[in-house]
């Protein structure tokens, strides 16, 4: 159960004090904080919260969006990045994950030129703040307008284009790479390379009603979750398993009842017997 | 104008007879047709219709759906595919479209193993038919249960694997593959293996609302659908510009209103001059 780790926006009507104290009490080990946790807060109070109460602070969602149709949206893009980078240190955050971006009708291997320029000119503060960036391949379905990295390959290209610097690496999450041919491949070399930072879960439903808010828990979907967390583990990655679900259907539901059946979901996937 | 194909799905609300007098009306020198609109009709009669109307049959969609759990299922399957030769060969459509198929659960390798050998099983009565086959890459978020084939390299993987036989190619669809890193490439390897059999175009609209139809009209979504029929020119193919369109939102709008906004659409993005 110390591996399983959750982010707040998989119980989106909870405020940030009830993730962490209903996390902690349900036997996670972790929590991912998304940026609106912390509006109106101060970052470092909220992971001290947080360890106090006994989760590790895995990660802060989320950086990126760097490809824009102008200079100066580019340069706004750049400052809210470093904000970030601010906040996750602050918060105590070892890693921020990174939706890349995407600008509808702009020609995708552009935002992709426009992303390793982004992320060129903001590691310098990463890695003075001790904090690292995970590049998240996102679904195919979202390359019009929020990421034009797309698989796993095109983030370790990415990675190799900027020299492997040792805090940019990649997270890894299920719903955007399970249809993957390369997957297997890709995350031995991901790991290989060192930068297989992070580890998603969820799943996806047959149908998906909605192409954002109905992300599937664990076993509700087609996803092969517990195959290909077995490559992750056995190409040598011991982090975080992080429940990260976007679901209007789960989220019009009692929460409580809603973390109950994350866990109870997680137990199975992993054969965690109760108690444990 | 004679290279514009319409799909009869896209004017769903449309009996075949419609279709077929106001796309010849139109100006289109095309049509493909759906398996739905020969139900109760002689196929030989509905072909010869379209023809006297000066419309080619460019193909018949579509057969596919390989994969199941149970070999009695897969049998269906390809008697069903068998029923959709002879189908095709009557209507006098050198084409068939394949949506090859998936299962929800099943290895997504599983399916693709099965739909290698449905095809297998049914290309000596395509061949007999004089019918030709073609795999339409699905795009990834159709890889739940609709098509475990969901990339151009993947579908030139079983076309390999099959021994390249003459009868069985590709059918390009912008709308799933746009996203493609490997687009270009695949295009070309494609066409010079003779395999690049049809091109379908529509748009990919941000936000899309739905999975199955929410399509959009050339012109409508970031699709680079120009630079895509350049490659597609580029590569020798001089077939059909097929216009393959599912959306709720057109079809509940008056039809030949959307008919001319179709061709409106065509001769703007192969500037074609009105009259042409």
């Known amino acids: 159960m110390r591996r399983l780790c959750i982010h707040t926006i998989t119980t989106k009507p909870w405020s940030t004090e009830e993730c962490i104290r209903n996390y902690s009490r349900a036997g996670a080990g972790g929590i991912t904080f998304w940026r ?15 360890r106090e109460a006994g989760l590790e602070v895995t990660s802060l969602c989320r950086g990126g969006f760097f490809p824009a149709s102008t200079a100066q949206d580019r340069q706004k893009a750049l400052d809210d990045n470093r904000r970030c980078i601010e906040e996750a240190h602050a918060l105590g955050a070892p890693l921020i994950v990174l939706v890349c971006g995407a600008v509808p009708g702009q020609p995708l291997d552009e935002s992709r030129k426009q992303i390793t320029e982004g992320i060129a000119a903001v590691l310098p503060e990463a890695e003075a703040a001790g904090v690292r960036l995970g590049i998240e391949p996102l679904h195919p379905m979202y390359a019009d307008d929020r990421s034009a990295v797309n698989t796993m390959r095109q983030a370790n290209d990415i990675c190799d284009a900027l020299g492997s610097p040792q805090m940019l690496g990649i997270a ?38 909605d192409l954002l808010n109905d992300r599937g828990l664990m076993g509700e979907g087609c996803i092969p979750i517990r195959q290909i967390s077995e490559w992750v583990d056995a190409a040598g990655f011991q982090g975080a398993r992080e429940v990260e679900i976007f679901s209007s ?17 997680y137990r199975a996937l992993y054969e965690i017997p109760a108690g444990a």
């Open 36 to 50: 609106y946790n912390l509006e109106g807060r101060d970052p470092a109070a909220v992971g001290r919260q947080a």
């Open 172 to 209: 890894a999450d299920v719903y955007h790479i399970w249809w993957d041919p390369e997957l297997k491949e890709q995350i031995a070399l991901t790991a290989e390379r060192g930068r297989l930072f992070a580890f998603h879960i969820c799943d996806w439903r047959t149908p998906t009603t």
């Open 249 to 265: 259907r789960w989220w019009s539901q009692d929460q409580h009842e809603w973390l109950e059946k994350i866990t109870e979901a």
